[in-house]
């Protein structure tokens, strides 16, 4: 295997490079087809989102829509002439869909794994490809990439140097939400609304909003979107409440019951929800919730510690993921089945993840006393 193989895999992502990187690897895919090579070029789309019933959101319908722009550029390069064969076969797929894509690891992952099913021995990079959004991680991405047998090379397009402006619908969405946030945190830290403090926190929210704007959110905010969100929040607020106090009543009977009963066990949760922010907000909740613990979050979900059978058999009733996905998606969101209807809760040790598989027997016998 060589840097020349004519089996090439690009990741793709809308970026300012992305048309001339599917050129290059198209020049690279002809080269090797009219040396006899079999070749063919798959483009790939790591999701971010996790899918669920078939609706994966408008993440989805962006991925779907950038792939037939990229089929389409594609057929425009390789000058396609119906009456003689295609010269390279030209695939599309988005991976990872079913899975928690956090780190540049996590991305090079289910590529190499897509890379080994089809028999690519090749990946051509964007040089501004950003699996994590917006966070740049190209160069760990490409280091995790190497580790693997695959050879992996950077696309030699010209880079177009450009700034964001501030007066752009997308920087002044992401400016205001940024001073928002920053300004209603700065006077909670504060604790008073006098003059001093209104006048230091509003600059410090100016100062965040233009440094951070463009970092903070990986989207610009719509507006109603987001105060439906801010609306949610506050009806989830109160019932994340009530959950820690009756959690916490069952933890203080189990702290002065004679025999201790308790039953520990490390559960897998592959949560319906998807995105830095709604998997960490569901993450938190758990852990604020006595009797069970965030562990751990990776690709494949979840990791939680459970205290006693009564905290397996909350988790396996969904009313956080619930409540989560209500916040985030809406009311249709939370109507969804309970991850043990789902098959999405499992044993670690038994390692029977959501993947369609039976639970154990305690997490039947939990799913009847909790639905």
């Known amino acids: 295997m060589g840097d020349g193989s004519s089996r090439i895999l690009v990741p793709v992502g809308e970026s300012s490079t992305v048309r001339n990187t599917v050129a290059y690897a198209l020049r690279e895919a002809r080269s090797g087809a009219e040396a006899g090579e079999d070749a063919t070029v798959h483009f790939v789309y790591p999701a971010r989102w996790r899918t669920l019933d078939g609706d994966s959101g408008d993440d989805a319908t962006a991925a779907n829509d950038l792939l037939e722009r990229v089929r ?65 991680m190209l160069r760990p991405f490409e280091v995790e990439l190497t580790r693997s047998d695959l050879a992996v090379e950077e696309a030699p397009v010209e880079r177009q ?8 619908r997308a920087t002044i969405s992401k400016a205001v939400a940024t001073f928002g946030v920053s300004f209603a945190f700065y006077l909670l830290v504060a604790g008073s609304l006098t003059t001093f403090n209104l006048a230091t926190g509003g600059l410090t929210a100016a100062l965040s909003a233009v440094v951070f704007s463009n970092v ?79 562990v751990d979050v990776d690709r494949d979900g979840l990791k939680i510690h459970t205290l006693t059978g009564d905290a397996r058999d909350d988790l396996a009733a969904g009313g956080l993921e619930r409540a989560v996905r209500f916040v985030y998606y809406g009311r ?36 009847g006393g909790a639905e």
């Open 216 to 294: 903070t959110f990986v989207t610009s905010p719509a507006l109603k979107r987001s105060t439906l969100r801010v609306l949610r929040m506050g009806l989830f607020v109160p019932y994340l409440v009530w959950e820690i106090v009756k959690a916490n009543l069952v933890i203080a009977y189990i702290i002065l019951h004679p025999d201790l009963p308790i039953d520990p066990e490390m559960r897998r949760f592959r949560a319906a929800v998807w995105g830095g922010l709604p998997v960490t907000t569901l993450a938190n909740s758990i852990t604020l919730t006595p009797g069970t613990l965030t």
């Open 161 to 168: 140097t450009t700034r964001t402006r501030l007066v752009s």
């Open 72 to 136: 389409v550029w594609a057929e425009e390069d390789l000058d396609y002439d119906e009456d003689e064969p295609f010269p390279v076969d030209i695939e599309t797929a988005i991976v990872g869909a079913d899975r928690y894509l956090f780190s540049p690891g996590d991305f090079a992952s289910v590529l190499v794994e897509y890379a080994r099913e089809v028999g690519l021995d090749r990946v051509v990079v964007d040089p501004e490809f950003q699996p994590g959004g917006s966070a740049p």
């Open 332 to 367: 249709g969101g939370a109507r969804i089945p309970t991850p043990t209807e789902r098959g999405s809760i499992a044993r670690v040790d038994d390692d029977t993840e959501a993947d369609g598989q039976s639970v154990t027997d305690s997490d039947a016998d939990s799913n």
